[in-house]
Each structure stands twice: as structure tokens, then as C-alpha cells.
Antibody, heavy 113, light 109 residues
Framework: EVQLVESGGGLVQPGGSLRLSCAVSGFIFSSYSMNWVRQAPGKGLEWVSYISSSSNTIYYADSVKGRFTISRDNAKNSLYLQMNSLRDEDTAMYYC??????WGQGTMVTVSS | QAVVTQEPSLTVSPGGTVTLTCGSSTGTVTSGHYPYWFQQKPGQAPRTLIYNTINQHSWTPARFSGSLLGGKAALTLSGAQPEDEGDYYCLLSYSGALVFGGGTKLTVL
């Protein structure tokens, strides 16, 4: 069974940092691209970042470019999102997704003083 | 950055048919945008229904189908069920970016 489990969310002050993780199982992680997608409370879905299977290609939404860094460790079947210089508007549920086909349950990030 | 547009809300009668659309500010939506459709119910993670315009997953009810229609991507629900009520999002791929539509709140009433 394919599983994606996000962790690392929590409450952080504006300007702070967090590192999200996504542990995967049930498929050959190294063969698939991955995405991070977020959803602010009561709002729609927003794509955040993409990483190819070998990490050769990486894309970011303009709203996070220069502040967030996506990475992966294929040996550990894990995807990461390093989030720096966090803002109030980064408050959201963060989902990892295998391609855009299989989704985790999300981890909540709250940026507030 | 491109803007992807969806109907904010639609209502369908039980057993009825409804079509949700997904347009792009850059022009005609094609298979090269690799359209996706997602369903989300309150308190749940999104679930992918359709990928690459027309392809269904094993868990996608047969009553959902994807297509290109009138320059947009389309999701058609034929024979709506009460459990189909929820939010529906489309996703289009552009060079170096993915963009979600604003979502359609579907009511089955």
C-alpha cells in the first residue's frame, strides 16, 4: 500500500524556520517526482514546489522562491521542505504528493507571533 | 504566472449530469497542460480523480470522466450521488510551474 506521511509542522514565529518531512512507503520512491502543495485555512490548493526523481529538476512557486528549499533522500525514502523567513501567509496545511496522484494527510504549519 | 479558472459553485440533482470546466489565462487548454482533477471533502486530503486529461485511477468512480471541451479541460459527472458533494480542483502544468484553479464547490441537491 502506498503511504505518504508528513511531519514537522507546528507553530513558528514570523521570520522563523521549519523543516517538513514526508516519509513514503509502498512504491519505488527514487522513480517518481514529488510535489509539495499547501492549503491555507478555508482556502484553495496552492502548489509550492516540485522535485524530479533524481533531484535534477526543481521548481518553486513565486510565493516561496528564495525562502523554501525542496530536497529528497532516495536512500531514506524521504522528501523534505526547508522553510525559512516564514510569513503569516505561509500558514497552511502542507501536503506532499507522489507526482500529483497520491497525497499524504498533511502537516499543519502556523506562523504567528 | 498563469491564472486557472473554475466555476465557483455548481449544483446538480441526484442522478443528474454536470460538467466542471478548467480554463487558462494563457489560452486554450491542451493535453500538454496535463490536466488533473481532484476531489476534496471537508477535513480530508485531496484525492486525485483524473490525470493527464482523461485517465482515471483505480479508485475513481466510473461516473467521473475527463475531457477537453471548448478550449478548456472538463470533468463530467454523470449520475451524481450525494457522496459526490464537495470541492473540486483542477491543476494545469506550465513550463516550470503547476497552477491550481480556485476550485468548484459542488452541491448535490
Amino acid at each position: 500500500e502506498v503511504q505518504l506521511v508528513e511531519s514537522g509542522g507546528g507553530l513558528v514565529q514570523p521570520g522563523g524556520s521549519l523543516r517538513l518531512s514526508c516519509a513514503v512507503s509502498g512504491f519505488i520512491f527514487s522513480s517518481y517526482s514529488m510535489n509539495w502543495v499547501r492549503q491555507a485555512p478555508g482556502k484553495g490548493l496552492e502548489w509550492v514546489s516540485y522535485i524530479s526523481s533524481s533531484s535534477n529538476t526543481i521548481y518553486y512557486a513565486d510565493s516561496v522562491k528564495g525562502r523554501f528549499t525542496i530536497s529528497r533522500d532516495n536512500a531514506k525514502n524521504s522528501l523534505y521542505l526547508q522553510m525559512n523567513s516564514l510569513r503569516d501567509e505561509d500558514t497552511a496545511m502542507y501536503y506532499c504528493a507522489k507526482d500529483c496522484n497520491i497525497w499524504g494527510q498533511g502537516t499543519m504549519v502556523t506562523v504567528s507571533s | 504566472q498563469a491564472v486557472v479558472t473554475q466555476e465557483p459553485s455548481l449544483t446538480v440533482s441526484p442522478g443528474g449530469t454536470v460538467t466542471l470546466t478548467c480554463g487558462s489565462s494563457t489560452g486554450t487548454v491542451t493535453s500538454g497542460h496535463y490536466p488533473y482533477w481532484f476531489q476534496q471533502k471537508p477535513g480530508q486530503a485531496p484525492r486525485t480523480l483524473i490525470y493527464n486529461t482523461i485517465n482515471q485511477h483505480s479508485w475513481t468512480p466510473a461516473r467521473f470522466s475527463g475531457s477537453l471541451l471548448g478550449g478548456k479541460a472538463a470533468l463530467t459527472l454523470s449520475g451524481a450521488q450525494p457522496e459526490d458533494e464537495g470541492d473540486y480542483y483542477c491543476l494545469l502544468s506550465y513550463s516550470g510551474a503547476l497552477v491550481f484553479g480556485g476550485g468548484t464547490k459542488l452541491t448535490v441537491l
